[in-house]
């Protein structure tokens, strides 16, 4: 079975460099398209095995792990931990691939840091840097609700026998992803996990929490607005895809979304809510159809 490569690109932050790992899946030629799909807030690149395995037969695939998860270094500094940072060292993984455009699958923040990539003022006749982009459950407005609860299991620190184990705990956490077999789940969990001495821990860095628990209404409803003044700069064709259970993004916002900026077209998925893993055949489809037209 096809497997990535694990790779590093240095990036800059206000300390001075961190390394952020990313995992390449070939594609059919040097010259083939590259898609980047990018996870979300406590995930790693892995998650995209199932998408990026299906779609690899039309383009080269990259999956960061986002700084401070996965393989990726962790900041000496956790106020780094921001979209507006992720965002320039997606620029510096853009120059490292030596690409002029990519398509970008991006679930719950790695939707955000697509948004905010697109939006990046350019001159004149400067193509944006994504061609096509994927909202994976998320948009401008996000409900400071589906934030707290996020906010009772980011952080902690949890140890566990096995993978197996930690993998049982992590499904209590995210029913929203939806119906998975054993062995989805299991395969979809591993790659969260260190092992530490006798015993497994979660992959990421404790101190993303950090910012996240100073987020306040106040400041949600101020990144509201910012948000949605980046969606309108939008122009890259959009595809919004939703779990119609979410409870970070809500049918009201997703209708907006294709009223304005670029009018994405929206496709809700029954019996899951955030967010949809992108691996069964049926969720594939959706995504290689949107970015095949």
Same mark, same amino acid.
């Given at each position: 079975?096809?497997?990535?490569?694990?790779?590093?690109?240095?990036?800059?932050?206000?300390?001075?460099?961190?390394?952020?790992?990313?995992?390449?899946?070939?594609?059919?030629?040097?010259?083939?398209?590259?898609?980047?799909?990018?996870?979300?807030? +406590? #995930?790693? %690149?892995?998650?995209?095995?199932?998408?990026?395995?299906?779609?690899?037969?039309?383009?080269?695939? $990259?999956?960061?792990?986002?700084?401070? #998860?996965?393989?990726?270094?962790?900041?000496?500094?956790? @106020?780094?931990?921001?979209?507006?940072?992720?965002?320039?060292?997606?620029?510096?993984?853009?120059?490292?691939?030596?690409?002029?455009?990519?398509?970008?699958?991006? /679930?719950?923040?790695? %939707?955000?840091?697509?948004?905010?990539?697109?939006?990046?003022?350019?001159?004149?006749?400067?193509?944006?840097? !994504?061609?096509?982009?994927?909202?994976?459950?998320? %948009?401008?407005? $996000?409900?400071?609700?589906?934030?707290? *609860?996020?906010?009772?299991?980011?952080?902690?620190?949890?140890?566990?026998?096995?993978?197996?184990?930690?993998?049982?705990?992590?499904?209590?956490?995210?029913?929203?992803? %939806?119906?998975? +077999?054993?062995?989805?789940?299991?395969?979809?969990?591993?790659?969260?996990?260190?092992?530490?001495?006798?015993?497994?821990?979660?992959?990421?860095?404790?101190?993303? @929490?950090?910012?996240?628990?100073?987020?306040?209404?106040?400041?949600?409803?101020?990144?509201?607005?910012?948000?949605?003044?980046?969606?309108?700069?939008?122009?890259?064709?959009?595809?919004? !895809?939703?779990?119609?259970?979410?409870?970070?993004?809500?049918?009201?916002? @997703? *209708?907006?979304?294709? /009223?304005?900026?670029?009018?994405?077209?929206?496709?809700?998925?029954?019996?899951?809510?955030?967010?949809?893993?992108?691996?069964?055949?049926?969720?594939? +489809?959706?995504?290689?159809?949107?970015?095949?037209?």
């Amino acid at each position: 079975m096809t497997q990535p490569q694990l790779r590093f690109v240095n990036c800059l932050d206000a300390t001075g460099l961190h390394r952020m790992a990313y995992w390449e899946w070939a594609g059919p030629s040097a010259e083939a398209p590259v898609l980047v799909c990018v996870h979300g807030l +406590s #995930r790693q %690149g892995r998650d995209f095995d199932a998408l990026a395995r299906a779609l690899s037969d039309r383009y080269r695939v $990259i999956c960061p792990d986002v700084v401070g #998860r996965g393989h990726s270094d962790w900041l000496r500094q956790p @106020a780094g931990y921001q979209v507006p940072a992720y965002v320039s060292d997606m620029v510096a993984l853009l120059a490292r691939l030596d690409v002029a455009q990519v398509d970008w699958v991006g /679930t719950s923040m790695g %939707g955000l840091i697509g948004l905010g990539l697109a939006a990046l003022p350019r001159p004149d006749g400067v193509a944006s840097p !994504i061609r096509r982009l994927v909202l994976n459950d998320v %948009g401008p407005a $996000i409900r400071f609700e589906a934030l707290q *609860r996020i906010g009772t299991y980011l952080g902690k620190a949890p140890r566990f026998a096995s993978v197996a184990e930690g993998a049982a705990y992590l499904r209590t956490i995210s029913e929203g992803f %939806g119906p998975h +077999s054993d062995d989805e789940w299991l395969a979809l969990s591993a790659p969260l996990f260190r092992q530490d001495g006798a015993e497994w821990r979660l992959h990421y860095d404790p101190a993303i @929490a950090l910012p996240f628990a100073a987020v306040t209404p106040e400041l949600v409803a101020a990144g509201e607005a910012a948000l949605w003044a980046a969606y309108e700069q939008l122009r890259c064709p959009t595809l919004l !895809i939703r779990g119609a259970e979410s409870d970070l993004l809500t049918a009201e916002t @997703a *209708r907006a979304m294709t /009223t304005r900026g670029p009018h994405a077209r929206l496709v809700e998925l029954p019996g899951m809510g955030h967010a949809p893993t992108l691996i069964h055949d049926d969720q594939v +489809s959706i995504v290689r159809e949107f970015l095949s037209t």
